[in-house]
């Protein structure tokens, strides 16, 4: 009999595991940490804490496991990062960037950046699994959970030595509603922050880039968008000076709109985006800004 424990990470990845776990049609306990309402249709809210290496953190979550058949979490850097341990950890099959559910063993995931939806079966269980929150329906609330807490007691043979991260003070890329995206055409990280940041801080959006930006150094790291970045699912993706590589249209797919602000007229990204501007961006984006 299936049953799942679905992972939240975050408080923001809450309803997106309900969501998941009401997807799957069988009962489901939710594991989060930070935050999480108990209506959310959950069996059980087990509440959960702990900021270590992904290792000692999976061998943590192995306990916690035992008895599910399915183990999923939102589709994150961290949650592929620990559920792939996790997997190991059980010996269990594993299925990442779930986008549908076709029955509790078949799953719908994307492969060659997209361009290919796969139907897989898993015959064994447990399966751990990674899903990307926007290919779900908003779950329905309601009732209240039985609520605990767990220990997360794993051991593992890395130590974090420092962490790094750039506090932006604006949303975060993979959960916005809008996000604001640039190009390599920004030429540098202050024209960059000027620009893409100026028309992101106008529209309370988040601020995202291709990995071509990245490489050169206009945009940070944690910006990037696409197969090898982060995935989006705003409801307004503006692109500026994006060619639309397959790379990039893979992270943005599940936008609700796109909007394409580019000088070449044969532009790749026009042929996805549901509006088009064939105009130059440092004319465009200003403009833009300055009239929100
Ligand atoms: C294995 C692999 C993984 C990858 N993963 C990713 C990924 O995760 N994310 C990602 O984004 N890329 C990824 N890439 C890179 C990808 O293939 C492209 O090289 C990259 O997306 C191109 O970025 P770009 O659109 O900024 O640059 P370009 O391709 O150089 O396009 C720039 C665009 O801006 C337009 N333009 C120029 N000047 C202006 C202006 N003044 N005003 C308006 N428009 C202008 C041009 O017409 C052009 O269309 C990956 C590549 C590989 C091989």
């Known amino acids: 009999m299936a049953k799942a424990l679905v992972i939240a990470f ?12 009401q997807a799957l049609g069988a009962p489901f306990d939710i594991l989060h940490f930070g935050d999480a309402p108990t209506d959310l249709g959950a069996g059980k809210m087990i509440s959960a804490s702990g900021d270590v290496p992904a290792d000692a953190l999976a061998d943590g979550l192995k306990a916690v496991a035992s008895g599910y058949s399915h183990i999923a979490a939102v589709s994150s850097m961290h949650s592929k990062d620990v559920m792939a341990r996790l997997a ?7 299925v990442t960037d779930v986008i549908a559910i076709a029955s509790p063993t078949v799953f719908k995931r994307p492969i060659y950046a997209g361009s290919i939806i796969a139907t897989i079966e898993v015959l064994a269980e447990p399966v751990v699994i990674t899903f990307r929150p926007a290919g779900f329906a908003k779950p329905t609330r309601g009732g209240a959970s039985t609520t605990e807490t767990a220990s997360l007691a794993g051991s593992g043979s890395t130590k974090r030595v420092s962490v790094s991260a ?17 190009g390599r055409p920004l030429r540098d990280a202050q024209t960059f922050e000027q620009v893409i940041g100026g028309l992101a801080d106008k529209l309370g959006a988040a601020v995202g880039a291709t990995r071509a930006a990245v490489d050169s ?14 995935i989006v699912a705003p409801d307004l993706y503006i692109a500026a000076g994006i060619s639309g590589s397959t790379q990039h249209m893979a992270g943005i797919k599940d936008s609700k709109v796109i909007v394409a602000i580019n000088k070449d007229p044969d532009a790749p990204i026009f042929e996805v985006a549901d509006l088009g501007l064939v105009a130059d961006l440092f004319d465009a984006v200003p403009e833009m800004t300055q009239k929100l």
């Open 10 to 21: 975050s408080s923001s990845d809450a309803e997106g595991a309900a969501a998941f776990g």
């Open 88 to 94: 190991g950890l059980l010996d269990a099959a594993m």
């Open 166 to 182: 750039r506090a932006s003070g604006r949303p975060d890329l993979t959960q916005a509603k809008f996000v604001v995206s640039g």
């Open 217 to 230: 150094g206009i945009a940070p790291n944690e910006c990037q968008v696409g197969q090898t970045g982060k």
